[in-house]
């Protein structure tokens, strides 16, 4: 069996030039990650891979950056300023597509860094809230270092690593990264009430962490034999579980079970989640593949954006020309909701910014990404309701996305669709 050494004794495997992964979101290994920063002083050139992770990135500040650099699929608070600044790299690519990234060696791994409960009686330890790519990393890294913790909830699935696969063991004890969700604004609740009544009984559903999934959650109370199929999921889904709202059994493919690549939450999640058999945290590259996607009925794909141009466009990854987060899985469930039968995928957003500009825009600002193209977007939400914009002409999307903007800038833009599109609002 692997013994366990120190975090620095194991960082000491990290040679110059290698390629480092680092496990995702709350399962980031603080531990690991502190004393891989220590090493700063004899390392050149190791290049750290990674999504979006919690916690610190300290090896993306300005005074190691002869020693370290990032290049992240994701965008995270804690690497914006350094992938701005270009002292860290973003890489843009689907969610679905991570896991080929390394089995194709086309990023090939030399240490994986991950965060795993202790070994059962049979060796087998778990990724625990982080399968995703996570998996993909841990089988094509030809180093493995573990952090050991056993407040990491040992989760069904895609996540178990015989201890014999893992090069060097580090014991921790550490609490296990959490988000707690903040009240709902009055905004947030109605969009989250116009959501919910896009979402049909026995629908599959797809969303992701923060105030308005939280907010279409907490709408559902009503709604009878909902699924879950996501990327990833919180602490809303507990009370409609128990609640015996979301039950599974309308789903084609994993009835009765709650698939997702990670979570991040409460520890109320993670005790939720520990060895319960109905929860599957299963490899991204499955979980997010628009032909697996599809198979469910009436998958309700819930995302956001930061703006939304007059034809539709999606812009979810970027302001402006700076990078704010990344690709991610929407567009992989975008079209797979779009695909499933009876499907609706959605875009949900506030109106305005919290500076009072206009999300819903003439077009996008100069240097935007477009993450998810117009022909793509069904259902585009605001707290004033619902434009469905699928098979409609651009003078329609451009009307029913002004009805949908704050009467504040509803005149600007039917200034600019009139100017565009010849449209008289």
């Given amino acids: 069996m692997t013994r366990y050494v120190t975090a620095q004794e194991a960082l000491g495997l ?5 390629r480092v992964f680092v496990q995702t979101a709350a399962a980031a290994p603080q531990q690991l990650i502190a004393a891989l920063v220590e090493r700063a002083p004899d390392l050149r050139g190791v290049e750290i891979v990674h999504m979006h992770t919690e916690g610190s990135a300290a090896y993306a500040e300005p ?38 990234l390394f089995r194709q060696k086309i990023l090939p791994l030399d240490v994986a860094l991950l965060h795993v409960s202790p070994p059962d009686r049979h060796g087998y330890c778990s990724l ?30 895609d996540g178990l690593i015989h201890v014999s696969r893992l090069t060097a063991m580090v014991e921790c004890n550490d609490p296990i990264m959490e988000h707690h969700p903040s009240p709902l604004t009055d905004t947030e609740r109605a969009i989250g009430r116009h959501v919910a009544g896009l979402v049909e009984d026995g629908a599959t559903l797809q969303m992701g962490i923060g105030a308005i999934p939280d907010a279409v ?30 039950t599974g059994e309308a789903k084609k ?25 109905v929860i599957r945290m299963l ?7 628009t032909a697996v996607i599809r198979r469910n009925p009436q998958v309700t794909a819930i995302n956001s954006a930061l703006e939304v141009d007059l034809t539709g466009q999606i812009c979810a990854d970027t302001l402006g020309a700076k ?27 506030p109106s305005v910014t919290s500076r009072g500009e206009s999300r819903i825009v003439g077009m996008l600002k100069p240097g935007a990404g477009v993450t998810t193209t117009r022909a793509h977007v069904h259902y585009v939400v605001t707290e004033f309701g619902v434009a469905m914009l699928y098979g409609r002409s651009l003078r329609q999307r451009a009307q029913a996305l002004i009805d949908l903007a704050h009467p504040s800038h509803r005149e600007s833009l039917s200034k600019t669709a009139h100017e565009r599109f010849g449209l008289i609002i």
């Fill in 253 to 277: 493919i994993h009835p009765g079970e709650i698939v997702a690549g990670f979570a991040v939450g409460s520890r109320r999640l993670y005790d939720f989640m520990d060895d319960n058999p």
């Fill in 323 to 349: 990078q704010y987060s990344g690709v991610g899985g929407q567009m992989d469930f975008i079209r797979g909701a779009a695909l499933s039968d009876h499907g609706r995928p959605i875009i949900a957003l």
């Fill in 63 to 100: 005074k190691y950056q002869d020693s370290f650099h990032a290049s992240v699929m994701f965008v995270g608070q804690n690497l914006r300023e350094a992938v701005n600044a270009g002292r860290a790299d973003y890489i843009p690519v689907f969610l679905s597509e991570v896991p080929r």
């Fill in 217 to 246: 959650l907490a709408s559902l109370g009503s709604h009878r034999r909902l699924g879950i199929h996501t990327e990833m999921f919180s602490d809303g889904i507990i009370d409609l579980v128990e609640k015996g709202v979301i």
């Fill in 128 to 157: 625990g809230i982080s399968v995703d790519v996570a998996r993909a990393a841990s089988d094509t890294a030809r180093i493995l270092i573990a952090q050991v913790n056993p407040n990491m909830p040992r989760t069904h699935g």
């Fill in 283 to 289: 490899d991204i590259a499955y979980v997010n593949d």
């Fill in 14 to 18: 990290v040679r110059s030039g290698m």
